[in-house]
């Protein structure tokens, strides 16, 4: 089976501008998770969708949005970028609801300038 | 939300057992102890998780003590390809996919 998968890996944006990170979750399922990891905040919860309704919430402000498709694939926005926006984002699956386990993709590594 | 805490980083011997301790003193009854971790430049990934009881799966064993105020994941050996940062994080059943992770134990192994 195909593990998580994003894309773009890299991306590099200057500030004010918007970006839209894609995650592909394992086949099968349901649920998608993002995540931001900087060196000064760690890994931090932004969102998670569960057949396409957003569950859960971080507490990051209203740039940052995503969604959810009905393959299950989720896309994040982030709206007029800042310089702290630079960070490893990170989604992460899983089957369903409940205590099991997530599976995380490679990341998007997004810079602004 | 439940915290953990844990040593900021350990040190291992290739092939020695390794054993990261996790507080989590505020931990409820159905909460859930999951461990992941981040080699460099990945995403984190699963290792195990328990409830009360022991647990051992191909990658390591988490020992849980019979208080549940702390567990302890173990690695029977240390390889090279263990050195990365271990999280404990404690899950309850409706908190759906919000994983908190905390800083971490950072775990070099030297050969």
């Known amino acids: 089976k195909a593990g998580v998968t994003q894309t773009p890996r890299y991306l590099i944006k200057t500030r004010g501008q918007q970006v839209t990170l894609s995650c592909s979750p394992i086949?099968?399922?349901?649920?998608v998770s993002w995540y931001q990891q900087t060196p000064g905040q760690g890994l931090q919860f932004l969102f998670e969708y569960f057949s396409e309704t957003q569950r859960n919430k971080g507490n990051f402000p209203g740039r940052f949005s995503g969604r959810q498709f009905s393959n299950s694939r989720s896309e994040m926005n982030v709206s007029t970028l800042e310089l702290g926006d630079s960070a490893l984002y990170l989604c992460a699956s899983r089957i369903r609801d409940g205590y099991n386990e997530q599976f995380f993709g490679p990341g998007t590594r997004l810079t602004v300038l | 939300d439940a915290k953990t805490t844990q040593p900021n980083s350990m040190e291992s011997n290739e092939e020695e057992p390794v054993h990261l301790p996790c507080n989590h003193s505020t931990i409820s009854g159905t909460d859930y102890i999951h461990w992941y971790r981040q080699l460099p430049s990945q995403g984190p990934e699963y290792v195990i998780h328990g409830l009360t009881s022991n647990v051992n799966n191909r990658m390591a064993s988490l020992a849980i003590a019979e208080d549940r105020k702390s567990s302890t994941l173990i690695l029977h050996r240390a390889t090279l390809r263990d050195a990365a940062v271990y999280y404990c994080i404690l899950i309850s059943y409706n908190q759906g996919g919000k994983l908190i992770f905390g800083q971490g134990t950072e775990l070099s192994v030297k050969p």
């Open positions: 086949s099968g399922h349901r649920s």
